[in-house]
């Protein structure tokens, strides 16, 4: 059964950092596309950005220049760093892995999920 398991969140104040992390249990981790969404009460999950199984990085305007997104294949691990945190930022935080992504901006490209992991930015 694959798992993807989040870990890192928490309590940080604004202009402060986080690293999660996203641990998976895919034979062939490697092959898959990682997407991080992120979601508040009362609305949809949103993307937040996306690492290709070729390495290449993308994360949306909203955290482009603060959250980077990597990934350690021999770890099966995904990481969002995320730098200079808002309250905005504020969100239960979501791994994704598919092998059949085309943007990583919709929630239904993606096969599986990890279970969320909350951040909460104190102003």
């Known amino acids: 059964q694959v798992q993807l398991v989040e870990s890192g969140g928490g309590l940080v104040q604004a202009g402060g950092s986080l690293r999660l992390s996203c641990a998976a249990s895919?034979?062939?981790?490697?092959?898959?596309?990682m997407g991080w969404f992120r979601q508040t009460p009362g609305k949809e999950r949103e993307a937040v950005g996306l690492?290709?199984?070729?390495?290449?990085?993308h994360v949306v305007d909203l955290v482009k220049g603060r959250f980077t997104i990597s990934r350690d294949n021999a770890k099966n691990t995904v990481y969002l760093q995320m730098n200079n945190l808002k309250p905005e930022d504020t969100a239960v935080y979501f791994c994704?892995?598919?092998?059949?992504?085309?943007?990583?901006?919709?929630?239904?490209?993606?096969?599986?999920w990890g279970q969320g992991t909350q951040v909460t930015v104190s102003s």
């Open positions: 690492i290709a199984w070729s390495d290449e990085m």
């Open positions: 895919l034979r062939t981790f490697s092959a898959y596309d």
């Open positions: 994704a892995a598919g092998t059949r992504v085309r943007t990583g901006r919709r929630a239904n490209e993606f096969e599986y």
